[in-house]
């Protein structure tokens, strides 16, 4: 039988509020002076968003004659916000630990790249590699988040490059959505790097043509569920027209943009994201952006 609320975490030792005034988040020194309730208590409602926070006693008297689907003592633990985790690559097979060795000798990521390593290499063996191999993975890797205090994390395919495997990685990652106690924010990266014998023009192309269509009719049906759309904007990869056609394209079928942009050099990527985003509310922020601030910090000053 259901309770009036669904959880009472009680008796807390700690209880890591983060904010008290109403602020969105913390930065910079404010980040030195967290809110943190002593002896405390927690109640979350049947629709999931906590009820109340406050001392253990005056939740307890407050809720006294009221039920819960579950009441977990938490004497001598400290609760604390989930962390979520914004940008990751959890589904793929195989390993580059023989990358070490390159990387040791002075190759740099796109030395390794260009020769056919990196993305390139993974994209290989999660190719060969089947759907329950790569939901196993996934599930271990999940698992191993969720036991540091991940509660959300965003999952990009992108080791597929083709629409087939780029279609096994979103629905090892659906699988994932709906049987693990984890949310996930889907992200098609079919974009991550060119495929071979391919331009990035003619992956563009193919990406518009054949994997958003069949992205949008999956969504349609219900079989899959995409959140975002990512594209690796960068020298040697997708150019900067390219990148702005693809995202273009997956903000037309209603698909928040996430890209890695000038993260090894400065390509104007975020030029690109302002004219795709400056109307759009609440977007992503696009991600990777060191090589900007490093070489082009008077962009965020004008």
């Avoid at 930065?27 to 309730?37: C, G, Q």
């Avoid at 993975?137 to 087939?164: I, P």
């Avoid at 990035?200 to 069949?214: F, G, Q, R, V, W």
């Avoid at 992205?215 to 594209?231: A, F, M, P, T, Y």
Wanted: proline share 2%; charged share 25%; aromatic share 4%.
């Amino acid at each position: 039988m259901a309770g009036d609320h669904r959880l009472l975490l009680e008796n807390a030792r700690q209880v890591v509020l983060v904010c008290t005034r109403g602020e969105r988040f913390l930065a910079r020194d404010a980040l030195r002076s967290l809110a943190v309730l002593e002896g405390a208590s927690l109640v979350v409602g049947t629709d999931g968003f906590i009820k109340a926070i406050g001392p253990a006693d005056a939740i307890k008297k407050q809720f006294s004659e009221e039920t819960f689907e579950e009441r977990i003592d938490c004497s001598g633990k400290c609760i604390l916000p989930g962390l979520v985790d914004a940008h990751t690559h959890p589904v793929w097979a195989g390993d580059r630990v023989h990358e070490f060795a390159m990387k040791l000798a002075g190759a740099t990521y796109m030395d390794i790249h260009q020769a056919g390593g990196g993305i390139n290499f993974t994209v290989e063996r999660t190719r060969q590699a089947s759907e329950e191999e790569l939901f196993s993975s996934l599930q271990q890797r999940l698992q191993c988040m969720m036991s540091a205090g991940t509660t959300l994390v965003e999952c990009k395919s992108g080791y597929g490059l083709n629409l087939e495997t780029e279609l096994k990685m979103l629905r090892v990652i659906e699988r994932a959505r709906r049987e693990l106690d984890i949310g996930i924010s889907a992200t098609y990266c079919g974009a991550h790097s060119v495929p071979k014998g391919k331009t990035a023009t003619e992956a563009a192309d193919d990406i518009i043509n054949s994997h958003l269509p069949k992205l949008k009719e999956l969504s349609r049906n219900g079989q899959i569920h995409v959140d975002n759309i990512d594209v690796f904007c960068e020298k040697g990869v997708f150019d900067l027209d390219s990148t702005r056609r693809i995202l273009q394209a997956g903000k037309d079928m209603g698909l928040q943009i996430n890209f890695h942009g000038d993260e090894l050099h400065p390509m104007k990527a975020a030029e690109v994201r302002l004219t795709l985003c400056c109307s759009v509310v609440n977007t992503h922020a696009m991600e990777s952006l060191r090589s900007l601030f490093k070489d082009r910090s008077g962009l965020l000053k004008r």
